[in-house]
T-cell receptor, first 116, second 113 residues
Framework: DTAVSQTPKYLVTQMGNDKSIKCEQN?????MYWYKQDSKKFLKIMFS???????INETVPNRFSPKSPDKAHLNLHINSLELGDSAVYFC???????????????FGSGTRLTVV | GNSVTQMEGPVTLSEEAFLTINCTYT??????LFWYVQYPGEGLQLLLK?????DKGSNKGFEATYRKETTSFHLEKGSVQVSDSAVYFC????????????FGTGTRLLVSP
């Protein structure tokens, strides 16, 4: 029943490791996003895909690589993890680009990544 | 560029007090405006929205009015409950480019019994 689901919910890993976070939405939305929330709760967009096409790629280290195998899934792979990558990562979706103004986003519950 | 400025928190209130969380924005034209709420350990949930000037968004006793003269979208509630304790985010939807949501820094609300 969950509209936007992320796995895992918690991820603790050592510096230098490679990890992936998965996101799936069952809303039939065309557009998906990754946001990073730092320890001060500031939210910053990282990536956005529209119909499996990458449309937003903010200033993010190239250790971060998103992949969208289909419209319902958007995964985030992180190579060579660093301490500064510790944050909560949120996946979100919207019906399409045009409807964001009317309906906003639907967010997942977040993945708390801790790099030790 | 587009930006959203929220009052710094935390805002600490007693139950049944009146709440105001200030939000002002800078944007091209008249963007849609939103308030999202994040309860502890959860994702953001849409609380209310307004899509044009003078619109009032409302939900669960919360209200916000889109004021283009002051470029503001302040969140209000007449009587807060302990269960309202959360972080509140103001956001705008850009009118140009990829029209993404741009969020403020969030304001933590703590309500005590």
């Amino acid at each position: 029943d969950t509209a936007v689901s992320q796995t895992p919910k918690y991820l603790v890993t050592q510096m230098g490791n490679d990890k992936s976070i998965k996101c799936e939405q069952n809303l039939g939305h065309d557009t998906m996003y990754w946001y990073k929330q730092d320890s001060k709760k500031f939210l910053k967009i990282m990536f956005s895909y529209n119909n499996k096409e990458l449309i937003i790629n903010e200033t993010v280290p190239n250790r971060f690589s998103p992949k969208s195998p289909d419209k319902a899934h958007l995964n985030l792979h992180i190579n060579s993890l660093e301490l500064g990558d510790s944050a909560v990562y949120f996946c979100a979706s919207s019906q399409d680009l045009a409807s964001v103004g009317a309906f906003g986003y639907t967010f997942g519950s977040g993945t708390r990544l801790t790099v030790v | 560029g587009n930006s959203v400025t929220q009052m710094e928190g935390p805002v600490t209130l007693s139950e049944e007090a009146f709440l105001t969380i200030n939000c002002t924005y800078t944007a091209t034209g008249y963007p849609s405006l939103f308030w999202y709420v994040q309860y502890p350990g959860e994702g953001l949930q849409l609380l209310l929205k307004a899509t044009k000037a003078d619109d009032k968004g409302s939900n669960k006793g919360f209200e916000a009015t889109y004021r283009k003269e002051t470029t503001s979208f302040h969140l209000e509630k007449g009587s807060v409950q302990v269960s309202d304790s959360a972080v509140y985010f103001c956001a705008l939807r850009e009118n140009t480019g990829f029209q993404k949501l741009v969020f403020g820094t969030g304001t933590r609300l703590l309500v005590s019994p």
